[in-house]
């Protein structure tokens, strides 16, 4: 009997990460609940645990949008590799169309604290001496046909941040060099 307690708590406690329920105003498009945006005032935040991305507007929650990560969405980047997104406080560091993905957002990862995390494992033997920190990631969308990676949370990526083409695209328009991007776990 304890079992299947323990195993409904589990169920609800899946069906609460993975349900849209957590996904502020996907329904609406930034420009209904903006008008006239200044790129200036708009900075990001995405919650690994919830698998969720938001825009917020003068630090206020605008629009969340359902994301997915490496195939080891969970542990914060230390390595090349490791498949892990990296956490911390970035800047996009530029933005570009992508043959495969739609549009890329490019952020400055590895960053001061990023090399700090990493020669720290390096130091406990947590990671290899040999181990390179990586780079280029960022925020992108999906192959053209395959939104179903993220309503299925399938986390495909090598530890960059991937929505569905559509969502990517609304984004980059409202983004600018130096926009803030924090990841949290």
């Not at 590799?81 to 990862?109: A, L, M, N």
Request: glycine share 6%; proline share 3%.
């Amino acid at each position: 009997m304890k079992f299947i307690i323990l195993a409904f708590i589990f169920l609800l406690f899946c069906y609460s990460l993975f349900s849209q329920d957590n996904i502020l105003n996907y329904d609406k498009q930034i420009s209904e609940l903006i008008e006239d945006i200044n790129k200036e005032n708009v900075s990001i935040l995405i919650e690994k645990s919830e698998y969720k991305l938001t825009v917020l507007y003068n630090d206020e929650k605008i629009k969340s949008y359902p994301v997915v990560f490496g195939s080891n969405p969970i542990d914060d980047k230390l390595q090349e590799g490791d498949c892990c997104t990296p956490e911390g406080v970035f800047k996009v560091r530029t933005h570009y169309p992508h043959k495969s993905w739609s549009k890329f957002i490019w952020i400055d990862y590895p960053t001061a604290n990023s090399w700090e995390k990493h020669n720290s494992a390096k130091s406990k033997d947590s990671i290899s001496d040999n181990a390179t920190i990586g780079g280029e990631i960022g925020i992108h969308g999906v192959p053209d046909g395959y939104d179903n990676m993220i309503d299925e949370k399938y986390n495909w990526t090598l530890g960059c941040i991937s929505l569905k083409n559509i969502d990517v695209n609304e984004i980059y328009q409202i983004i600018k060099v130096g926009t803030k991007i924090e990841i949290r776990n």
